[in-house]
């Protein structure tokens, strides 16, 4: 009875299982990128019909799973840049996802004030960056760059005027 009551709330006996058993989710998915483990429970990122999506599960009663926060992402166009995940856990962890399709970018930054990173991309590539702390999204300041390392795209809203998750994406810097 209790195996029953706890498999219908989602505990399952693995992260990947635990995130499949969330509605959001699906049982369908492929992995973007490698988990991201970290104290207590995994960051994954995922590939379903509706869309990429990032799945935040946590250990729970010693031995079992549960998704906590999943955050969603519309499906991946030919847009030249992506963002296919996120996550902000609290002061635990920051996760962001990003895919390049264009041959143009060779590289994405991202990061807070002095703990900025750079990681070179190939076309169709996930890169996935991870900092061990919360971080608010507006420090991070995410940008693509050419292979001589010319500004191509920002992650940003269009303007302060239209601030809403449809209007975050990348937009190429004139």
């Not at 302060?160 to 004139?174: C, D, E, G």
């Amino acid at each position: 009875m209790l195996a029953v009551l706890l498999y219908s709330l989602g505990y399952r006996v693995s992260p990947l299982e635990a995130a499949k058993a969330d509605p959001f989710i699906g049982s369908q998915v492929q992995s973007l990128a490698p988990a991201v483990s970290f104290s207590h429970g995994e960051v994954l990122l995922l590939d379903t019909a509706g869309g990429p999506r990032t799945a935040l599960t946590r250990e729970s009663l010693g031995f079992l799973w549960r998704t906590s926060v999943v955050t969603h992402f519309p499906k991946v166009t030919s847009e030249a840049v992506s963002t296919v995940g996120w996550m902000d856990y609290g002061d635990v962890i920051t996760v962001l996802a990003v895919r390049v399709r264009s041959s143009r970018v060779a590289a994405i930054a991202a990061g807070p004030p002095g703990q900025r990173s750079t990681q070179k991309v190939h076309q169709s590539q996930t890169v996935v960056f991870v900092w061990r702390h919360g971080d608010n999204f507006s420090s991070l300041n995410p940008v693509a760059l050419s292979n001589t390392g010319h500004l191509l795209y920002r992650y940003r809203y269009p303007n302060r005027s239209s601030i809403s998750s449809s209007a975050l994406r990348w937009y190429p810097v004139q």
